[in-house]
């Protein structure tokens, strides 16, 4: 009986995609040798690295419940441009953060809300508060950065830890968190319920409205706590932060092992294919030279994944 | 020698032998009625002749050729329309667009000719003297001109062999008037009308013949004349229900668990006065439509309650969702267990805690995985869900039965005092079937009160304690269950149909 509790803890891909990242790091050492494990190559990879961690971890929620949420790009940008603006105004550090994440926190409840209360496609909704949030963020600066920064605030980011960036160290750390959570946590597991069948969780007794809203509002702290890491890590505030960046998030969620009609998810496989994405497109700019690319390779992961997830959940047996 | 010809067609799904060695035989220029209880294989019959599911074996005859039907294009072709019971009509597009989907008449380069389009739909109506604008959107008409418009679609492909599927089920009286003087004017056509229906009153007003199925299989027909509702009804039952179910409850007089008193919800059910008692199981029949799903929705706290008061173990008390019913005691047991059931694409033991979660966490709202093993393997166990090391399989490949045993597991894992369960056994196989039974009887055993919904008569008379039978949302009798027949329950339930005519 102890298959049962690994079923209900470890995805077998997660195992796939680690034995993926491997091999890829072998091959490319083997061809490109100190081309390619250069700790200049290297950070290069993991550069973008950490938000992409964070933005996946919170798509990767929003995911389980079968929903979508394009926003996320643009709630970094913005919790970025509020958090530095307030700075720039001579605000304290630890009262822009606050309000950063209280923004944050409230766009997703707003999302949650259209979703489930008004019954908005996932897709509209967070497509059109994308819109939404990139337009107020060129508002607020009215194109312009926002610089002069205290000193302090870029050292969040940049600071390091036995060698560590902080950043890297912060979303990792959530990333775990919501991992460990993910599993034993009730509030998160009743997700996966919502996501697999929205009717018969309401009728089961679980709260379907204010689970999705939750998830919503997860995904887009997230989303904020992201926003604060790059605008600290290029002591700046600039409304084009986090462009595309939903494009990574989906495609690192669902190759991970979060399927597009809800229901699955799993963190640990987000983390891996977060990692898997920037590890392609490392690999294409060293074979092509252009990182131009990139973008062009994020849909393309995108579309590989989902077409696999679709494979995936034709093959599986349905009952009678 | 008949238009329509069925010999011998045998047909099972799984282990479930659906239609045993049934021979039937159609006329030209007649109106044949199909009828039997749910489960029959009324529309597994109809669907073989529209060459939507193919019979094991067996044939069908056209015009004294063989014609075995693969696929409805096979039937169409044939001349075979089948009219469904839900409406498949776009509805924004106009009446002539959906009359002739897909086949407007198209000029040299592609384009529609709407005049031709507007004026062949005009002809098309015209032959069965309705008068219609073929350029109004579907979505404007009454559901009887809907349902027109359906058959006139169907008329215009060459069809001479027409099947009705329950084709009153959302019309009002006069609408339904209309479509039966519809029907008699096709019939004198010289077209084949193949009807089905549960309301016994309009077989009898309209049916030259009525061929009678029970179980699968073919008991007989009644030609024009011998045609009456009382005939009918015993050939549809007429069983032997010896020994298959429990035994009835051993305490009658328990304490009463639940007391709706007017119970009403605008459209859907009036003044629904009914008491369950700790101990028994309460039947309540009805035709679909009767109200019944709705009624236990709405005390399930998963819809509304416009007016009338419930009170639950003594207490008055309004639900505001199923959340709040189930931490008070209720669960209700939907009909549709893989809609609104189960998580289908989630193991059995997730299944099995889904409604109970909160029993399982500790103070930090972690959750308890060996705790939930633990309880899920009690329940896989104590039900008898198959295969017994289940718990870590995923629903979706259970069978129908126990799947619907997982989901018995997930009220029980709540410790209700008022169990609703909505059609308990539909879609499952007989073995199943006793054991949810029995596992009902215990239930009650134990001191819950149980209400059971179900269109299945042998199943309401073979295991309910009292039977409350619903008719248009009201409820129009509670029976005592001991001398009764399916006879006196269904001509409760179908008592005030005969008045509309």
Redesign the interface.
């Known amino acids: 009986m102890t298959s049962v509790r690994n079923k209900w803890l470890i995805s077998s891909r997660s195992t796939t995609l680690l034995l993926l990242i491997i091999t890829i790091f072998v091959i490319m050492s083997a061809i490109k040798g100190s081309l390619f494990y250069s700790s200049k190559n290297l950070s290069s990879i993991f550069s973008n690295l950490s938000y992409d961690m964070l933005l996946a971890c919170g798509m990767t929620f929003v995911l389980i419940l079968g929903g979508i949420d394009l926003s996320v790009g643009s709630v970094l940008a913005f919790t970025g441009i509020v958090v530095t603006t307030l700075l720039r105004n001579g605000e304290s550090i630890a009262f822009a953060i606050g309000l950063g994440l209280l923004v944050s926190m409230l766009i997703g409840t707003t999302n949650g809300l259209l979703v489930s209360v008004f019954n908005i496609a996932p897709f509209i909704a967070t497509l059109a508060m994308m819109s939404v949030f990139r337009g107020m963020s060129y508002v607020m600066t009215s194109g312009y950065f926002v610089v002069g920064l205290p000193e302090v605030y870029s050292s969040i980011a940049r600071g390091s830890l036995l060698g560590i960036s902080n950043k890297i160290i912060i979303s990792v750390g959530i990333m775990a968190i919501l991992s460990f959570l993910s599993i034993k946590h009730v509030s998160i597991r009743r997700m996966f319920y919502v996501g697999n069948n929205y009717n018969a969780a309401f009728l089961s007794g679980i709260s379907a409205r204010k689970t999705t809203i939750l998830g919503y509002m997860i995904c887009s702290i997230l989303a904020g706590i992201a926003g604060i890491l790059i605008t600290s890590s290029f002591d700046m505030g600039q409304a084009s932060f986090g462009v595309g960046y939903e494009m990574r998030a989906i495609s690192a969620a669902v190759i991970g092992g979060a399927s597009m009609s809800g229901g699955e998810g799993d963190f640990i496989g987000t983390a891996l294919g977060v990692i898997l994405v920037a590890l392609v497109n490392n690999v294409f700019i060293m074979f092509n030279g252009s990182p131009n690319w990139s973008t062009a390779i994020s849909g393309i992961m995108l579309i590989v994944a989902v077409a696999l997830d679709i494979l995936r959940s034709k093959r599986r047996p349905q009952g009678i | 020698m008949g238009l329509l010809e069925l010999k011998n067609i045998n047909k099972s799904?799984?282990d479930n032998l659906v239609l045993s060695d049934v021979s039937l035989s159609f006329h030209a220029g007649e109106i044949h009625s199909i009828v039997g209880e749910n489960g029959a294989g009324k529309s597994t019959l109809m669907k073989i002749i529209g060459g939507i599911y193919r019979a094991d074996s067996g044939a069908v005859y056209l015009n004294g050729k063989l014609a075995n039907m693969r696929n409805p294009i096979d039937a169409y072709r044939a001349g075979i329309g089948i009219v469904h019971q839900e409406l498949s009509l776009a509805d924004n597009m106009t009446v002539a667009q959906n009359v002739f989907a897909n086949r407007e008449p198209i000029g040299p380069i592609g384009f529609v000719r709407w005049k031709k389009l507007y004026q062949d739909t005009e002809n098309e109506f015209q032959k069965i003297g309705v008068a219609i604008k073929p350029d109004v959107l579907v979505k404007t008409l009454s559901i009887g001109m809907q349902q027109i418009v359906e058959i006139v679609k169907v008329l215009s492909q060459n069809i001479n062999i027409l099947i009705f599927d329950e084709p009153t089920s959302a019309l009002s009286d006069s609408e339904a008037q209309n479509m039966f003087s519809l029907l008699v004017k096709l019939k004198e056509q010289g077209k084949l009308i193949i009807f089905i229906s549960h309301k016994l009153n309009e077989v009898c007003h309209i049916s030259d013949r009525v061929s009678v199925l029970r179980d699968g299989k073919y008991i007989g027909t009644l030609e024009h004349g011998e045609i009456e509702e009382d005939r009918i009804i015993s050939m549809m039952v007429g069983r032997d229900l010896s020994n298959l179910y429990p035994p009835k409850s051993s305490k009658l007089n328990g304490d009463i668990v639940l007391e709706t008193k007017n119970l009403s919800r605008v459209d859907k059910f009036h003044d629904v006065s009914i008491t369950v008692r700790s101990g028994e199981i309460l039947g309540i029949f009805g035709l679909v439509g009767a109200g019944r799903t709705e009624f236990a929705y709405s005390l399930?706290g998963?819809d509304r309650i416009d007016s009338g008061k419930v009170t639950f173990e003594g207490e008055d008390v309004t639900f505001k969702?199923?959340?709040d019913?189930?931490?008070k005691g209720v669960c209700?047991l939907?009909e549709d267990r893989?809609?609104?059931?189960?998580?289908?694409?989630?193991?059995v033991?997730?299944n099995i805690v889904?409604?109970s979660?909160?029993k399982?966490?500790n103070r930090s709202?972690?959750?308890e995985?060996d705790k939930m093993?633990v309880v899920s393997?009690e329940y896989v166990e104590r039900l008898n869900i198959q295969p017994a090391n289940c718990?870590?399989n995923?629903?979706?490949?259970?069978?129908?039965g126990n799947?619907q045993k997982v989901l018995l597991a997930?009220w029980i894992t709540?410790n209700p005092k008022l169990l609703i369960v909505d059609e308990p056994t539909r879609?499952v196989d007989v073995g199943a079937k006793a054991k949810i039974h029995s596992i009902l009887r215990d239930l009650a055993e134990a001191g819950l009160g149980i209400i059971m919904i179900s269109s299945e008569l042998p199943e309401i008379l073979g295991l309910s304690d009292r039977v409350a039978v619903m008719n248009n949302g009201k409820l129009i009798t509670v029976l005592d269950n001991n001398d009764l027949s399916e006879e006196m329950i269904l001509n409760k339930a179908f008592n005030k149909h005969v008045v509309g005519l």
């Open positions: 799904f799984a399930f998963a969702s199923p959340t019913a189930i931490a209700y939907s893989k809609r609104l059931g189960l998580f289908v694409n989630m193991i033991a997730n889904a409604s979660l909160k399982f966490i709202g972690f959750l995985f093993q393997l718990i870590s995923y629903v979706s490949n259970l069978s129908g799947q997930k709540t879609g």
